[in-house]
């Protein structure tokens, strides 16, 4: 009897509960149905449940970062904490403000939810394990995250408050700005890969897109971090400027739902960089034990999280505009640049040569790339260092 696989194995449960639906008497497009709304609610509780776990992790590694111990008292590590702070914010009061549109207000958090756990349809855990395996996963995934835009401005406007309202503003428009070099930055690996089909990129990198597109990488990444709102990018939490921002008037679950929306956010870029630049589910022994494809997709993708966390708490918050500065001005030339560099350089490697040295060759553009935008900015500091020293030198001889 032949050796069953994770993948087999997920597909035999599959039909096993078809049959045990249809032996009930259901009819065949009902069991079909049934059967897709069952493996739905598995795939996205195991998203929103991953938090409960990911929110611990940061803040025991964050406090050992700023030299704390961090929680330590509910549970073995204080690993109990996060289902603490779930009950916490259950039984807190639920304030709906005097004027708000209640409809719109309720469904604000919940749509920002669903915006980003329905990228996971898409996401192959292994090459046997996906969702749905369209041939368009990459602008399916962009598509649905960009939903999250309008649960923020639907919170924001519906709460009848002129901070809310603010806040709002200014979160979108960061969002709406960071997803033009995401989204240029995500078809660096799709021309790479010939294919929007995310199970056809993995396949493709016998050598991890990073290595071929590392500035792609970096931009992917930069963008996405200010698509979650997470520090340095955190302007939509400047409680000294805007009063907390678009959710500065939900209370208890509510309020908690935003937190999950912002946590199964930063989990799913990082299972995103982990799919398009660093292989996914590819790896040693993967194709005789396809359920290491699994381990080593998720093993990536904590090492991805990780980077972000770093990120989080090492760098203080920027000045919005410093942010749009950087968005505008840096990234977007940058990631032009990437695309068409890597455009050109793929189509004058020849054929024939293999897949490392294709890479190498990419590679090698990149650092040429780099290169050349470090002297760039190198020389826009110095001309903006010299018109400072103008500027102070003109004020010292008129005192």
């Known amino acids: 009897m032949p050796e069953m696989n994770i ?11 078809g049959w045990l639906l249809g032996v009930i008497g259901l009819h065949s497009s009902a069991v079909s149905l049934l059967q897709k709304l069952v493996a739905g609610f598995v795939l996205a509780n195991f998203a929103m449940l991953t938090p409960i776990f990911t929110i611990w992790l940061e803040r025991k590694v964050a406090a050992r970062f700023q030299d704390r111990l961090g929680p330590n008292r509910v549970g073995p590590f204080g690993l109990f904490q996060s289902f603490a702070d779930i009950v916490k914010l259950v039984i807190k009061e639920d304030i709906t403000p005097v004027g708000a549109d209640k409809v719109i207000f309720n469904i604000g958090p919940v749509l920002a939810v669903m915006s980003v756990v329905g990228i996971w349809a898409v996401i192959p855990f292994a090459s046997t394990m996906v969702g749905t395996d369209i041939n368009v996963g990459i602008l399916y995934s962009v598509a649905v995250g960009a939903i999250g835009t309008l649960a923020i401005m639907m919170g924001g406007w519906a709460s009848n408050n002129k901070y809310a309202l603010l806040g709002a503003f200014r979160t979108v428009s960061q969002l709406v700005s960071y997803e033009v070099p995401m989204i240029v930055a995500l078809l660096v690996p799709t021309l790479l890969a010939g294919s929007m089909r995310m199970n056809d990129i993995v396949a493709e990198q016998q050598v991890w897109f990073i290595v071929a597109a590392p500035l792609a990488m970096m931009v992917f ?14 302007l939509l939490e400047a409680e000294s400027e805007i009063v907390a921002g678009f959710h500065v008037e939900y209370t208890g679950m509510k309020f908690g739902v935003w937190m999950l929306a912002e946590f199964v956010h930063a989990f799913t870029i990082s299972a995103l960089a982990a799919v398009v630049f660093l292989g996914g589910w590819r790896g040693p022994l993967v194709d005789q034990y396809p359920l290491l494809g699994a381990i080593y997709f998720l093993t990536k993708t904590y090492v991805v999280y990780m980077v972000l966390l770093w990120i989080r708490v090492t760098l203080p918050r920027v000045r919005i505009d410093h942010m749009n500065a950087l968005n505008w001005k840096f990234l977007v030339p940058l990631s032009l640049a990437v695309l068409v560099v890597t455009a050109l350089v793929g189509k004058a490697v020849p054929a024939d040569v293999s897949a490392g040295g294709r890479a190498l060759v990419l590679f090698l553009s990149n650092v040429a790339l780099a290169v050349v935008s470090i002297s760039l900015l190198a020389g826009f500091s110095r001309k903006l260092q010299a018109v400072e020293q103008v500027s102070i030198d003109s004020s010292g001889a008129g005192g």
């Open 7 to 17: 993948g087999d194995f997920l597909v035999y449960l599959y039909d096993l509960l």
């Open 221 to 234: 990444l930069v963008s996405s971090i200010a698509e979650v709102g997470r520090a340095p990018f955190d």
